[in-house]
């Protein structure tokens, strides 16, 4: 059976494909008389949505939220909130040359075998088009997790291809990530990185990288041990992002080659508040988080769609060489940005609401 639903509480539920009539989301179990901006809703969507720049898609969609449900005179109600965004620039035309065949590294092949059909238009249910249907439900979680507590979610673009920021989130001005179309807060670096996803693009070639996301302010004991520990559950949001093909929080795959007495976190106390003076557990210790910093990297593969021929088969095993049409990001981290933070938001939510039943 196939899962389209995320989270325990706080529920949201995705529906639609890329070239279909509309995509949207069904948020359940949001708490009573929280307080929703719609206009932050859709700023959200207009960080994601494509053709805003000259390194992205030249897809042309507004992203226009409607929200059928569950919110009256600005609150919630309690009942289901239902957001619906309308595909208005479907070119389902632009896929007719894959109908039977298999894009490398894309779903086809492997939603073909599972389901015995696809829908070839732009990946159909596969396609990061769907992604704008979670940047909705984030941005309701976003607002939930202001209301309720001093949390803070930040990200940004930290590498593309080969280059890298080497300063870390305290050393960079997070308030200017997004000041450039690529969303890094490093100016300088930021225009290599631009010129870098041009150059890739002029080629018919595509680049991959990597996305930074900085927690700040998060309450102790968010996490369920043993298998809805926090890490894991962020972990699991990040890869159900499309393209994602690593995780890493805290230390992450740098301190397996470190000591214990190198890669340990001390507690100190001050003025009455309990912390530690380094954080390399990246704020989250047994799955819980302990109030420091929650810090961690999320990969992203180069866009599978590129202008150059390649060898593939289509469904009668036959090999052939396609060429792919149609509009695509030649780098996703951009708008990945908007999408990983919405993923960080749905699973903060859910535990913040969690946690509330932890304890008498």
């Given at each position: 059976m196939a899962n389209n639903t995320f989270g325990e509480l706080f529920r949201v539920t995705t529906f639609g494909e890329s070239h279909g009539a509309a995509i949207g989301a069904v948020i359940d179990g949001c708490p009573s008389g929280l307080?929703?901006?719609?206009n932050l809703i859709q700023h959200e969507l207009d960080r994601r949505k494509p053709g805003q720049s000259t390194i992205t898609t030249s897809r042309k969609e507004s992203d226009t939220v409607q929200v059928l449900s569950?919110?009256?005179n600005n609150k919630t109600l309690g009942s289901p909130?239902?957001?619906?965004?309308?595909?208005?620039?479907?070119?389902?035309?632009?896929?007719?040359?894959?109908?039977t065949s298999f894009r490398p590294s894309?779903?086809?092949?492997?939603?073909?075998s599972k389901y015995g059909l696809r829908d070839y238009r732009g990946g159909g249910r596969s396609s990061a088009r769907a992604t704008a249907a979670i940047v909705g439900a984030g941005a309701i979680a976003k607002q939930l997790l202001t209301q309720l507590t001093k949390l803070d979610i930040k990200t940004y673009v930290s590498q593309v291809g080969k280059i890298k920021l080497e300063k870390n989130y305290k050393e960079l001005p997070l308030d200017k990530i997004d000041t450039n179309i690529v969303r890094c807060p490093d100016e300088k670096k930021a225009k290599d990185m631009i010129h870098l996803i041009e150059t890739a693009r002029n080629n018919g070639d595509s680049l991959g990288g990597i996305i930074t996301g900085v927690i700040q302010n998060c309450p102790v004991g968010l996490g369920e041990p043993v298998?809805?520990?926090?890490?894991?559950?962020?972990a699991k949001a990040m890869f159900c992002i499309n393209a994602v093909h690593g995780f890493e929080y805290g230390s992450g795959f740098e301190g397996s080659s470190k000591y214990?007495?190198?890669?340990?976190?001390?507690f100190i106390e001050k003025d009455g508040i309990i912390a530690t003076k380094t954080n390399h557990s990246g704020g989250i210790q047994g799955g819980i988080s302990n109030g420091m910093d929650i810090y961690f990297n999320v990969a992203f593969k180069p866009t599978s769609t590129i202008k150059k021929a390649q060898q593939t088969i289509n469904e009668k095993g036959e090999h052939i060489t396609i060429e792919p049409e149609g509009r695509h990001d030649p780098c996703v981290l951009p708008r990945a940005v908007p999408i990983v933070e919405a993923m960080a938001a749905l699973v903060l939510a859910d535990h913040v609401l969690r946690n509330r039943a932890a304890k008498l």
């Amino acid at each position: 059976m196939a899962n389209n639903t995320f989270g325990e509480l706080f529920r949201v539920t995705t529906f639609g494909e890329s070239h279909g009539a509309a995509i949207g989301a069904v948020i359940d179990g949001c708490p009573s008389g929280l307080e929703i901006d719609v206009n932050l809703i859709q700023h959200e969507l207009d960080r994601r949505k494509p053709g805003q720049s000259t390194i992205t898609t030249s897809r042309k969609e507004s992203d226009t939220v409607q929200v059928l449900s569950g919110i009256h005179n600005n609150k919630t109600l309690g009942s289901p909130i239902a957001l619906l965004i309308k595909n208005e620039d479907q070119k389902p035309e632009d896929y007719e040359h894959i109908k039977t065949s298999f894009r490398p590294s894309h779903a086809d092949f492997t939603y073909f075998s599972k389901y015995g059909l696809r829908d070839y238009r732009g990946g159909g249910r596969s396609s990061a088009r769907a992604t704008a249907a979670i940047v909705g439900a984030g941005a309701i979680a976003k607002q939930l997790l202001t209301q309720l507590t001093k949390l803070d979610i930040k990200t940004y673009v930290s590498q593309v291809g080969k280059i890298k920021l080497e300063k870390n989130y305290k050393e960079l001005p997070l308030d200017k990530i997004d000041t450039n179309i690529v969303r890094c807060p490093d100016e300088k670096k930021a225009k290599d990185m631009i010129h870098l996803i041009e150059t890739a693009r002029n080629n018919g070639d595509s680049l991959g990288g990597i996305i930074t996301g900085v927690i700040q302010n998060c309450p102790v004991g968010l996490g369920e041990p043993v298998f809805d520990k926090l890490n894991a559950n962020l972990a699991k949001a990040m890869f159900c992002i499309n393209a994602v093909h690593g995780f890493e929080y805290g230390s992450g795959f740098e301190g397996s080659s470190k000591y214990g007495s190198e890669n340990n976190d001390e507690f100190i106390e001050k003025d009455g508040i309990i912390a530690t003076k380094t954080n390399h557990s990246g704020g989250i210790q047994g799955g819980i988080s302990n109030g420091m910093d929650i810090y961690f990297n999320v990969a992203f593969k180069p866009t599978s769609t590129i202008k150059k021929a390649q060898q593939t088969i289509n469904e009668k095993g036959e090999h052939i060489t396609i060429e792919p049409e149609g509009r695509h990001d030649p780098c996703v981290l951009p708008r990945a940005v908007p999408i990983v933070e919405a993923m960080a938001a749905l699973v903060l939510a859910d535990h913040v609401l969690r946690n509330r039943a932890a304890k008498l």
